[in-house]
């Protein structure tokens, strides 16, 4: 079975400038993640997809962040314009359903000076 | 809000003694309880998990324990070995996961 795909895996921005990651996740799980872990720190969901709708975006930044996850399967996660408390490894996950074992991918680490 | 709190930051044992980590919640909807291990520059990945029907799990030389009338749960591993050593989060969802900030383990041979 094909794990969580992401990329890209590193990227480096200046502040202000706006960046995209993408997040293919296991075949068949309708639940998607997105969680930003800050070194030094346990991860923090951002948004959590189910299908192609969003079921919890409360701690999302909507100011500066934005995900989409069109047809219920890829979803792209984008920062515009980034911060430097924005720089962190940011992590999709997924799972059958929801509160079910989450599968993670192996990050995009963001540096933002 | 929601909080998980976890205990110790930092533990340091030798190769074959037991290791401890506890976690509190606070959300009383709680009711999936998973612990993750995530090696420097991994992926974290699942290494055990409980449900709020069952007390106790074990898992070779991993258990984990939850006390829900004091939203109190604690994951067990016996026989530590060099190769346990990664940082430990636990995790309490009643529909989000909400992570304690991590133990950083250490096994000395």
């Known amino acids: 079975e094909a794990g969580v795909a992401q990329s890209p895996r590193y990227k480096i921005i200046e502040k202000r400038q706006s960046v995209a990651f993408w997040c293919n996740p296991i075949?068949?799980?309708?639940?998607l993640y997105w969680y930003q872990q800050i070194l030094g720190q346990g991860p923090k969901l951002l948004i959590q997809?189910?299908?192609?709708?969003?079921?919890?975006d409360s701690q999302l930044p909507k100011d500066r962040f934005s995900a989409e996850r069109l047809k219920g399967v890829d979803s792209t996660l984008k920062i515009q314009p980034a911060k430097l408390e924005d720089s962190a490894v940011y992590l999709c996950?997924?799972?059958?359903?929801?509160?079910?074992?989450?599968?993670f991918g192996p990050g995009t680490r963001l540096t933002v000076t | 809000g929601e909080n998980v709190e976890q205990h110790p930051s930092t533990l340091s044992v030798q190769e074959g003694d037991s290791a401890v980590i506890k976690c509190t919640y606070s959300?009383?909807?709680?009711?999936?309880f998973p612990w993750y291990k995530q090696e420097l520059g991994k992926r974290p990945q699942l290494i055990i998990d409980?449900?709020?029907?069952?007390g106790e799990k074990k898992d070779q030389r991993i258990a984990v324990t939850l006390n829900k009338t004091a939203k109190h749960f604690s994951l067990h591993i016996t026989e530590t070995q060099p190769e346990d050593s990664a940082v430990y989060f636990c995790?309490?969802?009643?529909?989000?996961?909400?992570f304690g900030a991590g133990t950083r383990l250490a096994v000395h041979p």
């Open positions: 996950a997924s799972s059958l359903v929801v509160m079910d074992e989450q599968y």
């Open positions: 995790a309490a969802s009643g529909g989000r996961l909400i």
């Open positions: 959300d009383s909807a709680s009711n999936y």
């Open positions: 409980i449900r709020s029907n069952v």
């Open positions: 075949s068949g799980h309708a639940t």
């Open positions: 997809f189910q299908n192609n709708g969003v079921v919890d």
